[in-house]
């Protein structure tokens, strides 16, 4: 996986923009803030360990993201990008057999606070930053299939779940970690993007078990189109 991601990367940030490289015309951007807005899809997952400190053996599943954000002039072709974001994350799991899975769904409000790279090439910029972000949980659910047979139960977001009822989940409502992408953006104001994204909080709630070693946290990547004006 990791290698046919890294393959795509640089097949985006390489090939594409000399394909945009047939004609080269002065950009008319001279700066300024410039607001976005995008959306798009990709395959999350929590890696970490479980309550007895072997790794997790989550698998992908889908998420998406939409927002807006905005770019704001620092010098020359850097520049600190912000927004607002809703994204959907979570992962697959199997339990015991494939026959009964495990999908947990989490959504989050989402701030990202990016340096962006942004200079001119062919007819538009390349696009490469990296940053922080921080979320918070707004809702979810986690899904369990026998067979044909589904239950779902509601995500509650809290850090201690000890003397919680069982009629919810729980997990921690802050997240926060890093970000990258590599894009490319069009003079016209469409551009394109490849994100990765690492948790470095642990989002699952403590339910005051003895020597419970669990930390799962989140692991994504996606892409992600949209237009700047």
């Known amino acids: 996986m990791k290698k046919k991601l890294l393959v795509f990367v640089l097949i985006f940030t390489v090939i594409v923009p000399q394909a945009f490289a047939q004609k080269t015309r002065k950009n008319t951007d001279t700066g300024g803030i410039h607001f976005g807005i995008l959306a798009g899809g990709g395959l999350q997952t929590l890696y970490g360990t479980d309550y007895w400190d072997e790794p997790l053996d989550d698998k992908l599943n889908p998420g998406f993201h939409a927002g807006g954000n905005v770019n704001l002039p620092l010098f020359a072709d850097l520049w600190i990008q912000s927004g607002v974001m809703f994204s959907s994350k979570g992962a697959k799991q199997n ?3 494939e026959d009964i899975t495990k999908t947990i769904n989490l959504a989050y409000a989402e701030v990202p606070v990016n340096v962006l790279y942004r200079p001119q090439l062919g007819d538009g910029h390349l696009l490469i930053g990296a940053g ?5 949980g707004i809702f979810g659910n986690e899904r369990i299939k026998i067979g044909t047979i589904i239950t779902e139960l509601k995500v509650k977001y809290i850090a201690d779940a000890t003397n919680e009822p069982s009629s919810y989940v729980y997990y921690r409502g802050l997240d926060a970690g890093a970000n990258i992408l590599f894009g490319y953006e ?3 104001g469409i551009f394109l993007q490849i994100n990765g994204q690492m948790g470095l909080l642990k989002v699952n ?3 005051g078990l003895p020597n419970d070693q669990t930390s799962k946290k989140n692991f994504g990547f996606g ?4 237009y700047r004006f």
């Not at 922080?132 to 918070?136: E, G």
């Not at 892409?223 to 949209?226: E, I, M, T």
């Open 132 to 136: 922080p972000y921080v979320s918070y």
């Open 223 to 226: 892409l992600s189109a949209g």
């Open 205 to 207: 709630s403590e339910y």
């Open 95 to 97: 339990i015991i057999t």
């Open 186 to 188: 069009l003079y016209s």
